[in-house]
């Protein structure tokens, strides 16, 4: 069987963690943000790791875990 082609998009957006779950940035922080809180900044700064019906999805996309 060939080898199974990592969807280009998920590669640069997510990566795993050491026991499998997603991590992604957050989300709704490109532009706009002198409309936006400063806690909603703090808040948005970091990670999030994804629930589980999305790295269900996403794994599928990565299938060696890149």
């Known amino acids: 069987?060939?080898?199974l082609k990592?969807?280009?998009g998920v590669k640069k957006r997510?990566?795993?963690t050491?026991?499998?779950?997603v991590r992604s940035t957050q989300a709704n922080?490109?532009?706009n943000m002198r409309k936006r809180s400063?806690?909603?900044?703090?808040v948005q700064r970091g990670t999030v790791i994804l629930?589980?019906?999305e790295c269900r999805r996403l794994i599928r996309f990565m299938p060696y875990g890149s």
């Open 6 to 8: 990592t969807k280009s």
């Open 14 to 16: 997510f990566s795993l």
């Open 18 to 21: 050491a026991t499998g779950l």
């Open 38 to 42: 400063k806690r909603q900044l703090r």
């Open 1 to 3: 069987m060939s080898k």
């Open 51 to 53: 629930n589980d019906v």
């Open 29 to 31: 922080k490109r532009h």
